[in-house]
C-alpha cells in the first residue's frame, strides 16, 4: 500500500502561521513532481504551490510571497510553510504527487486532505 499523509492543520488566527508536511509510505520508487492543491466549500480544487523533483517551484498568485513549498527526496517528504494567512486561505488542503511504483508510474496519487481554518 502507498499512502500520501497531510499534518499540520489547524485552526489559526489571520496573519498566523501554519507548517502543513506531506510524508509519502510504502513501496515507491521514486518521486516525481509534488504539489500542493485546496478545496474551499463550494469551490473547485485548485494548485496552490508545485515542486519538481529537481526543486522548481511554482505558486498561485494569491499566495506568492507567503507561502514556501519545499521536499526532501530522501525522506519522501513534503512540507508547505504558509505565512501571514488569511480567511480566504481557509480550505482542506491535499497533498498530490506523482509516483513512479514498481507497477508503473502514477501521474497523480492524493492525501487524505488537511483543514486549514484561518479566523479573521
Known amino acids: 500500500q502507498v499512502h500520501l499523509v497531510e499534518s499540520g492543520g489547524g485552526l489559526v488566527q489571520a496573519g498566523g502561521s501554519l507548517r502543513l508536511s506531506c510524508a509519502a509510505s510504502?513501496?515507491?520508487?521514486?518521486?516525481?513532481?509534488m504539489g500542493w492543491y485546496r478545496q474551499a466549500p463550494g469551490k473547485q480544487r485548485e494548485l496552490v504551490a508545485f515542486?519538481?523533483?529537481?526543486?522548481?517551484?511554482n505558486y498561485a498568485n494569491s499566495v506568492k510571497g507567503r507561502f514556501t513549498i519545499s521536499r526532501d527526496n530522501a525522506k519522501n517528504t513534503m512540507a508547505l510553510q504558509m505565512n501571514s494567512l488569511k480567511p480566504e486561505d481557509t480550505a482542506v488542503y491535499y497533498c498530490?504527487?506523482?509516483?513512479?511504483?514498481?507497477?508503473?508510474?502514477?501521474?497523480?496519487?492524493w492525501g487524505q486532505g488537511t483543514q486549514v481554518t484561518v479566523s479573521s
Open positions: 510504502g513501496r515507491i520508487v521514486s518521486i516525481h513532481a
Open positions: 498530490n504527487a506523482g509516483l513512479y511504483l514498481a507497477s508503473g508510474y502514477v501521474p497523480d496519487y
Open positions: 515542486i519538481s523533483r529537481g526543486g522548481i517551484t
